[in-house]
Nanobody
Framework: QVQLVESGGGLVQPGGSLRLSCAASGSIFSIYAMGWYRQAPGKQRELVATITRGGSINYVDSVKGRFTISRDNAKNTVYLQMNSLKPEDTAVYYC??????????WGQGTQVTVSS
């Protein structure tokens, strides 16, 4: 089992920036990809960005050019740098770890609110 702890959410004005962090512990050897998802009120959870063990990165179209996913293997931590934030980025952001056999682990979520 993998434990994920997110941090870095908060309130920011449109055009501002935030960096989310996700620290992994436990059976981290089993992880082949990590990513960030988000869920806005009344909407389904959606993929934001993923990064595989091999370094392949994928973004949802709506955040391309504004968000950057990265990782620090020494710290077992994945980051999501969010720039040029928009009100429509407001959501609870969840860290995800995908492992062997279709296993998925989730963090508790961190709220991001973009508002003036």
């Amino acid at each position: 089992q993998v434990q994920l702890v997110e941090s870095g959410g908060g309130l920011v004005q449109p055009g501002g920036s935030l960096r989310l962090s996700c620290a992994a512990s436990g059976s981290i050897f089993s992880i082949y990809a990590m990513g960030w998802y988000r869920q806005a009120p009344g909407k389904q959870r959606e993929l934001v960005a993923t990064i595989t063990r091999g370094g392949s990165i994928n973004y949802v179209d709506s955040v391309k050019g504004r968000f950057t996913i990265s990782r620090d293997n020494a710290k077992n931590t994945v980051y999501l740098q969010m720039n040029s934030l928009k009100p429509e980025d407001t959501a609870v952001y969840y860290c995800n770890a995908a492992g062997a056999g279709g296993r998925e682990d989730w963090g508790q979520g961190t709220q991001v609110t973009v508002s003036s």
